[in-house]
């Protein structure tokens, strides 16, 4: 079957399943969640590093599509579930974000999958190492902790950007294992089944749908509901960063979309007008100190690039303020 044809076979209108295991064992205990946007290559790895996972234990896989009009990814995934090489399920979400496919995900595996209590996702750009899944499970069991994460370390393609690394858009939040305030994104998490439970749905704010950073959102609010945050090591997870990534261009953006998703984060939180006008005064308050930090890191690690990433992060906080934002996760601006 070709590509074109395969495409128009998984062509919907509306949220459904289209491509299941043979025999679907629902009463998996753990759930892989991925979604996935216009890179079936990259979720082909993926699933390749799912697959090898060394563990006994019974684990399912939920695949959201969120391109419902090409559904280059859908036809991946249901090759590698036909084949019994996982157990799992695929689904279309037509609904663009980043949001959207995210809660498809996490919805579809919570009502499928009733006996399961560890919620695990990795994104499509990304490798899982053989022991991942069992170390992120075995953190949550052995520490009751309610959501686990865990490095996810950039694989450049372009050699020369190999200095990156310690930029805070892709180090890794902590260096190494224990009980941690909070977590900042999903790309390696563990969830727990009673976080969503307390939360409620739509789990990720669809306020930050294109945006992004409804899961530092959801890690916040998982925070003041009280719940227990722990960083596994030696969970490790490789990204794909692509030459696109690497530019200054994406890296000024990024740092622009961390500041106003800080600000969207904190004006959520606030409960009053004068709170809200105390978060408004704060952002722009920041991009002034904001200098004095880069001259700190321009010290310390000798790059104008990472110094310049508290300085954009203040600058993209105040932008929020003014309603200036980026908006990465719309479809015409991604870029795979």
């Known amino acids: 079957m070709n590509k074109m044809s395969m495409s128009t076979e998984f062509l919907v209108t509306d949220r459904a399943w289209v491509a299941a295991s043979p025999g679907l064992d629902c009463a998996a205990e753990t759930v892989v969640c991925i979604p996935s946007f216009r890179r079936p290559q990259h979720l082909r790895l993926t699933l390749e590093s799912v697959c090898a996972q060394r563990t006994v234990r019974r684990f399912a896989v939920v695949v959201v599509e969120n391109d419902a009009a090409n559904c280059e990814s859908a036809p991946v995934a249901a090759e590698f579930l036909a084949s019994g090489k996982l157990n799992g399920l695929c689904l279309v979400e037509p609904r663009q974000g980043n949001c959207h496919a995210i809660n498809a995900a996490f919805e579809t595996a919570l009502a499928t999958f009733p006996q399961a209590v560890n919620f695990l996702m990795i994104d499509d750009d990304e490798i899982a190492s053989p022991d991942w899944l069992e170390r992120m499970v075995e953190a949550a069991e052995t520490t009751g902790a309610d ?5 996810v370390w950039p694989n450049f393609d372009d050699d020369r950007k190999r200095g990156l690394k310690r930029h805070p858009a892709f180090a890794p939040a902590y260096h190494s294992s224990g009980p941690v305030p909070v977590i900042y994104g999903c790309g ?4 727990r089944r009673r976080v969503f439970a307390r939360l409620g749905s739509p789990a990720f704010d669809l306020r930050f749908n294109f945006l992004g950073g409804g899961d530092h959102d959801f890690f916040a ?10 960083w596994a090591t030696d969970a490790a997870i490789m990204e794909t960063v692509p ?3 690497t530019n200054l261009g994406w890296i000024v953006r990024r740092g622009l979309r961390i500041g106003a998703i800080n600000y969207h984060i904190e004006r959520k939180a606030a409960q009053s007008v004068w709170s809200r006008a105390a978060v408004m005064a704060k952002m722009f308050g920041l991009v002034p100190f904001s200098l004095f930090r880069a001259a700190r890191i321009v010290l310390k690690e000798h790059q104008a690039i990472i110094a310049m990433h508290p300085m954009m992060v203040a600058v993209g906080s105040a932008l929020a303020v003014l309603g200036i934002e980026p908006q990465p996760y719309a479809a015409s601006k ?3």
């Open 147 to 151: 959501v686990i994460g865990g490095p």
């Open 188 to 191: 390696n998490c563990l969830i």
């Open 221 to 230: 609010r998982s925070r003041r509901a009280g719940f227990r945050f722990y």
């Open 243 to 245: 030459r696109s990534r």
């Open 334 to 336: 991604i870029v795979s």
